[in-house]
């Protein structure tokens, strides 16, 4: 019997993990071969969370799991089901590699070092017998009849020769110049444009300059605007860059609104609250309690949030409050100028810039067009899909690299043959 060839492309978590999984399920039965592009595979787990490879989150129950995705929660719920962050964590384990979880549910090898995660994959795709060619990417692939059986793929690659297959699974990324996005259409499949989706904001504002590096713990941030902006918000800790605003609560913000704030040239409103989950109203209740408390104290040197001391005195200035002023001569327009500040402010964002650590984008191959207990396309039998060639894109914390290991481990076992339930 002739054995199942099964061709990869894309060098990738998710193609990685689709190469492992259906070789290993398959054994000698099939013939895996994994096609990267590049010289260098796995080049994003290698820089990604800084160089530490953020590989998923502590996130057991898949409900709450999937709430972490802007686009794919629903079709993602079955599949983390069946191979979920615990999964992953095992996976991993068995191989040698140990996983830490940190205060927020991001979880790391407990080397600190990308490294371990990318030399555990190469080592497993290599003891699976996965052929992994580099610098030979994939130019096209066509359906060709075969006789006495279905269709077969001929992969035409970038240096003009051509590779005959069985099944082939698409792993290249969700970029606007992604080789998969232009295959899967020729194959007949829908390509959603793919946009931004995880991105800091470019903000101009004096009460910024000079505060880089600053950050508070829980800030709450939202888009201004009427439908379908007013449904924008996000918290969480937030950083003062040189060029404007960065950290989780931005960058959560940014993939939930990807697509709208696409469609607004990255021009809009921030409303920002530096003392979050606290109202306006509160705000103000606490900034009175303070007066009352130590009315004779300057109000630079004392605030009642825990503030860092350069944003205070910047939000003292904005409410035009003089830093060396008594709490008691604070009259209560003042007070309310400053609660303002603190729970209200109001920043013009003027552009993006891309989050150096995670290059997500939502957009690519529509989702009721796959079938996700395989990862199979609907249109085209013995085609597959995983990773980010999807329109499936989570937030910062590990949810992208687990929606690779995921939609990966679904695809290699299908094309394997081999059960995924």
Known sequence: MDKRRIIIVGGGAAGFFAAIACAEAAGPAAEVT???ATAHPLAKVRVSGGGRCNVTNAC????????????GARELLGPLTRFGPRDTVAWFAERGVTLKTEPDGRMFPVSDNSATIVSCLMDAAHKAGVKLITGLGVRKAER?????GPPDFWVTLTDGSGVRCDRLLLATGGNKSSVGLTIAEA???TVEPPVPSLFTFHCDDARLVGLSGVSVENAGVAVRGTKPFDKLRA???LLVTHWGLSGPAILKLSAWGALELHTADYKFTLALNWVAPRSLEETRTALAAERTAH??????????????????ERLLSAAKLAPDAQWAGVGNA?????AAQLAEGEFAVVGKSMNKEEFVTCGGVRLREVDFATMESRICPGLHFAGEVLDIDGVTGGFNFQSAWTTGWHAGRAMAGANTG
């Open 187 to 189: 194959l007949g499949h």
């Open 34 to 36: 994994l096609y990267e």
């Open 235 to 237: 918290a969480g800790p």
């Open 60 to 71: 057991q129950e898949p409900r709450e799991l999937v709430k972490n995705y802007p686009r």
């Open 295 to 312: 009315a004779k104290r300057q109000v630079a040197t004392t605030n009642p949030f825990g503030l860092p001391a350069r944003l205070w």
């Open 334 to 338: 003042a007070l309310g100028a400053l």
């Open 144 to 148: 060709v009849a075969r006789d006495g």
